[in-house]
């Protein structure tokens, strides 16, 4: 195992545990673990040995036990002396499984067979789950990725027709406003996935300011008063229709946080939101009525009769 595959097996471990780098981090602070959200984005987004308290406490606050922790430590503890771990030696293949989260993989990773483990099984997860104890070989063993989800295209078919008349947005502070129901972009109050609804414009959050690319695009850039820095994407940079958007640290998610901004007046004035990596568009439903649950800001595809995909810029509230 190199320490390219042992960084390769934390990222899907975190995806198999189902857990934000937000929640990670809470979870980390309840078992008396310090496990900074930024920090643990940072280290996973490189290819360099994390260190050992940080691996200790990122498995931990996965959902796996003492034993599972001290599994990830000693092969990273045998990276580090650049030699290979007894805890890698021959065992019977894993089974497949897709319980939990055990199955799900980073865009992009390849496949390839890793060297197998004997797994065990535990009792953990939401909502009372079964899931089984994924250490690092399993986590390398889980299903490659198919060829087609490698290298995401942008959609190349037709785009919403532009108004060449309505201004650009500036850059700077922006609250994004739906021109359905006057209500703002907004996280969901009291959660910390990041999740993205509709809300008070005086109320919503975090602060949002559009940043311009070299290459014309945008970029839709956070200030959360707890977790700092952000940006807005698409959860594990999902290509397909209804995949969440969601604010998380910038650069976990590469082009799946750009958008194309497409000026438009009919239905009404405004912007479509098209995000590069799919060529689908930023959409919010209306709200429900009061006391049923949010509903969540998606991508789908872009539509020219759809009020519900078009948004406008303002000043932050004072």
């Given at each position: 195992?190199?320490?390219?595959?042992?960084?390769?097996?934390?990222?899907?471990?975190?995806?198999?545990?189902?857990?934000?780098?937000?929640?990670?981090?809470?979870?980390?602070?309840?078992?008396?673990?310090?496990?900074?959200?930024s920090?643990?984005?940072?280290?996973?987004?490189?290819?360099?040995?994390?260190?050992?308290?940080?691996?200790?406490?990122?498995?931990?606050?996965?959902?796996?036990?003492?034993?599972?922790?001290?599994?990830?430590?000693?092969?990273?503890?045998?990276?580090?002396?650049?030699?290979?771990?007894s805890?890698?030696?021959?065992?019977?293949?894993?089974?497949?499984?897709?319980?939990?989260?055990?199955?799900?993989?980073?865009?992009?990773?390849?496949?390839?067979?890793?060297?197998?483990?004997?797994?065990?099984?535990?009792?953990?997860?939401?909502?009372?789950?079964?899931?089984?104890?994924?250490?690092?070989?399993?986590?390398?063993?889980?299903?490659?990725?198919?060829?087609?989800?490698?290298?995401?295209?942008?959609?190349?078919?037709?785009?919403?027709?532009?108004?060449?008349?309505?201004?650009?947005?500036?850059?700077?502070?922006?609250?994004?406003?739906?021109?359905?129901?006057?209500?703002?972009?907004?996280?969901?109050?009291g959660?910390?996935?990041?999740?993205?609804?509709?809300?008070?414009?005086?109320?919503?959050?975090?602060?949002?300011?559009?940043?311009?690319?070299?290459?014309?695009?945008?970029?839709?850039?956070?200030?959360?008063?707890?977790?700092?820095?952000?940006c807005?994407?698409?959860?594990?940079?999902?290509?397909?229709?209804?995949?969440?958007?969601?604010?998380?640290?910038?650069?976990?998610?590469?082009?799946?946080?750009?958008?194309?901004?497409?000026?438009?007046?009919?239905?009404v004035?405004?912007?479509?939101?098209?995000?590069?990596?799919?060529?689908?568009?930023?959409?919010?439903?209306?709200?429900g009525?009061?006391?049923?649950?949010?509903?969540?800001?998606?991508?789908?595809p872009?539509?020219?009769?759809?009020?519900?995909?078009?948004?406008?810029?303002?000043?932050?509230?004072p």
């Amino acid at each position: 195992m190199t320490v390219e595959e042992f960084v390769t097996g934390l990222r899907r471990l975190r995806r198999w545990s189902g857990l934000t780098y937000r929640q990670l981090a809470a979870r980390a602070r309840e078992s008396g673990d310090f496990l900074p959200a930024s920090t643990v984005a940072s280290a996973l987004s490189r290819t360099s040995l994390p260190r050992e308290e940080l691996v200790a406490s990122f498995v931990r606050a996965c959902g796996q036990d003492e034993a599972t922790v001290q599994e990830w430590l000693a092969v990273r503890r045998a990276l580090a002396a650049g030699t290979e771990s007894s805890a890698l030696a021959d065992g019977p293949e894993p089974p497949a499984t897709n319980e939990g989260r055990v199955g799900s993989v980073d865009a992009g990773e390849g496949g390839g067979t890793a060297t197998p483990l004997p797994a065990r099984t535990m009792a953990a997860g939401r909502a009372g789950a079964s899931r089984r104890r994924l250490v690092p070989v399993l986590a390398l063993a889980m299903l490659a990725v198919p060829a087609g989800l490698v290298g995401w295209a942008v959609n190349s078919g037709e785009r919403p027709s532009a108004a060449e008349s309505h201004p650009a947005p500036l850059n700077g502070g922006n609250r994004i406003r739906s021109t359905v129901t006057d209500l703002c972009l907004s996280e969901v109050a009291g959660s910390d996935t990041g999740h993205l609804t509709l809300a008070n414009c005086a109320t919503s959050h975090p602060d949002m300011s559009l940043r311009r690319l070299p290459d014309g695009t945008y970029q839709i850039e956070t200030d959360h008063p707890k977790f700092g820095a952000g940006c807005t994407g698409v959860e594990e940079a999902n290509p397909s229709p209804g995949a969440l958007l969601a604010d998380s640290y910038c650069g976990q998610r590469g082009v799946a946080e750009q958008f194309r901004l497409h000026p438009v007046t009919e239905p009404v004035a405004g912007y479509r939101l098209e995000l590069v990596h799919s060529g689908l568009c930023m959409t919010i439903p209306s709200p429900g009525a009061a006391g049923t649950p949010p509903r969540y800001a998606v991508q789908q595809p872009c539509r020219t009769d759809n009020p519900e995909q078009i948004f406008t810029f303002t000043s932050p509230v004072p």
